[in-house]
């Protein structure tokens, strides 16, 4: 639409975990997000992130909390992989200055 904001959601992905399986991790952050907070009404453009490890996530998350930004956090029990990716809402203006600390991946 003309003249309508473009709506972004963010997913946080840990690098220390082989490509292939940073790709499925995404796929099932952002299928958590989408059950949590419902298909947005306009099109969102998708921002991959990286982070080194779960405590960078976590770190990540830390900082999306008290930002007030919400997220689904997916948690892989195979290979004791643990905490491995997270999708925020679909955000819009100011909710992504947030974002240009970090790194695309």
Do not use: K, N, W
């Not at 975990?17 to 099932?28: D, L, N, T």
């Not at 900082?63 to 491995?84: K, N, Q, S, V």
């Amino acid at each position: 639409m003309p003249g309508a904001e473009i709506l972004h959601t963010y997913v946080f992905v840990r690098t220390d975990i082989p490509f292939a399986s940073q790709a499925v991790q995404v796929g099932h952050a952002c299928l958590e997000a989408g059950a949590r907070f419902g298909r947005p009404a306009a099109a969102a453009h998708l921002v991959l992130l990286g982070v080194p490890s779960e405590a960078a996530l976590r770190d990540g998350l830390a900082r999306l909390d008290a930002e007030g930004i919400r997220y689904a956090l997916f948690f892989e029990p195979d290979d004791g992989l643990g905490f491995t990716a997270a999708c925020t809402e679909p955000l819009a203006g100011e909710g992504r200055r947030f974002f240009r600390r970090y790194r695309l991946r």
